[in-house]
């Protein structure tokens, strides 16, 4: 069983950074891929990066390439979204997911742990 925990989001400009931290309990957290999707208001979830266990592959949706950056630290449990750039249409709450596996998918079926969800509103 895995329990996540997202924070750091909130509000920001167009054009600037935020970062978003998710917390795992349980002690085979570099057992387990990462991955970040959100939701904007009227739209279904959509993908936008996951890690692999060990963190040595990661994955984007198109539409965050280079300007999102996923990065995990398994020592402390907790799985990042480097966001800069920022755009309104990035404008969604964020969610942190969990899946037994070590290689990353972007597939929200495939993940079987979720968080809360946190908000990020990018201003224009």
């Known amino acids: 069983q895995v329990q996540l925990v997202e924070s750091g989001g909130g509000l920001v400009q167009a054009g600037g950074s935020m970062r978003l931290s998710c917390a795992a309990s349980g002690r085979t957290f570099n057992n387990y891929a990462m991955g970040w999707f959100r939701q904007a208001p009227g739209k279904e979830r959509e993908f936008v990066a996951a890690?692999?266990?060990?963190?040595?592959?990661?994955v984007y949706a198109a539409s965050v390439k280079g300007r999102f950056t996923i990065s995990r630290d398994n020592a402390k449990n907790t799985v990042y979204l480097q966001m800069n750039s920022l755009k309104p249409e990035d404008t969604a709450v964020y969610y942190c997911?969990?899946?037994?596996?070590?290689?990353?998918?972007?597939?929200?079926?495939?993940?079987?742990?979720w968080g809360q969800g946190t908000q990020v509103t990018v201003s224009s």
């Open positions: 890690v692999s266990g060990p963190g040595g592959s990661t």
């Open positions: 997911a969990a899946r037994s596996s070590f290689y990353a998918y972007t597939s929200q079926r495939d993940y079987g742990y």
